[in-house]
Structures are given as C-alpha cells and as structure tokens.
C-alpha cells in the first residue's frame, strides 16, 4: 500500500456504523488516524468491545444498538452526540449479505433481514442526522453500496437489490442537500474479504473473484482511503454520487 494521505479530521466527530468489524472498522481507524473522533455503532457488544481496544490510547466511543429499529437508532445519536459534541460524518457501513440462491428458493424471512439491515439502516441513520447537519450547515455521509447494486449478482437477489436501493437513497438525499454544506455520496465496492465471507457460499465467493478483472478481492484499506476523501471538507463539489472501487468490474 502506498502512504496515506492524510486529512484534518481534528475537530470532527464520525459516527461509523457496523465499525466494530470489516469494512466499518478500517474506515474508523482512517479516520482516527487523522484526529478524528469516532463513535462506532455496532449490534455485537463483543466486537465493539475488542475493536475500542485497537485504537490504544485514543478513546473511542462504542455504542451497542440496531440499525433497523428506529428507537435504537436515535437513542444511539444521542449517547454519541453526549459523548463528542456535534456529528459531522456519518458512515454508513453495516451490512449483512443473506444467503445465496435463486429467488424460487429465496426465503422471505431473510429478504425482509437483508432490506432491513441494508437498506433501512442507512435510510434511518442518515434520517436521525440529517437535521442536526442542516443546523450546523455541514456534514459528510457516506454509504456503503456495491458493485452488486449496478450489476445484480446472481443467487444474491436481496444483496443486490438492497445496494440499489442504497445508491438511490444516496442521489436522492444529494439531491434534497446540494444546496447546504451536507454531501452525500456512496461507494460501490467489488468484494472485499472480510468476515462476511463467512456468510457466503465458496461457489458465490469463486464467482466475484472471476468478475474482477485486477484478479484479487479489495483490500479494507483501500476502501477506507476513498472514504476518508468523501469524509473529507475537500470533497467539495461531489454529492448524491456513486464513485467506484471495484478493481475494474464496473464499466459505469
């Protein structure tokens, strides 16, 4: 990896959701990196737990809490905006990938869980911060989508649909904010190997790398240097876009 490029995230405060593992976790440690304070929302206490311990000496706010339930949600808002002032980034990182079959098979227990994590998360965390941007005239939210939301990846129908809706929300939400100091954008990354991989059939995790044309997965690194940028006040001229990471898959 070449050296970081680093950012003055000295007087901001990033909430990243799903930042106790993977992808989430990477982009918090960017962000502290460059004097960020970091709040990480995760459902999984013990993850949260070992991942606060990763960052040494920088104090690290955790909060256990639900994506999906809108309570949760704004209850973890508040104990973040008690615990760092203001929020200026929102991340929005949590994900699950449901199972991998055809949709004749696809059940529809686990449809209604990948769009509740997936897509309803993102929906009711940027919906629980946006206002206390539009006070302050500035933030940063970015969301985590896929290259499965552009392309649609076969026995991954809720996955990929979920991410579409993630683009969408994004542009939309772009689109209500251009004209305050909030940008909104999203990535669409290519597969990269986290712990989610444990969710995925060898079958599914052979076929993304068969798509990717750089022949390797994405490195958690990688992703968090396109996110430090969103995050960033240089991402000044970009909102309610989709930018790509996917080792040359996408071709739009």
Known sequence: ???????????????????GAGIGLAIAQ???ASGARISLWDRNPGVLKEAAAGFGDVKVNTVEMDVTDEKSVEAARDASLKFGGAIDILVNSAGITGPNMPVADYPVSDWDSVMAVNLRGPFLCCRALVRHMQERDYGRIVNIASVAGKEGNPNA??????????????????KE??????????????????GMFAQMTQQHIDYMLSKIPMNRFGMVEEIAAMVA???????????????????GRATY
């Open 30 to 32: 960017r962000l502290a």
């Open 157 to 174: 129908s809720a996955y990929s649909a979920s991410k579409a809706g993630v683009m969408a929300l994004t542009k939309s939400l772009g």
């Open 229 to 247: 940028w969103l995050a960033s006040e240089e991402c000044s001229f970009s909102t309610g876009a989709v930018f790509d990471i996917s080792g």
């Open 1 to 19: 990896m070449p050296a970081s490029i680093q950012y003055n995230f000295s007087n901001r405060h990033a909430v990243i959701t799903g930042g």
């Open 177 to 194: 904010l251009a004209r305050t100091g909030i940008r909104v954008n999203c990535i669409t990354p290519a597969a990269v190997k986290t």
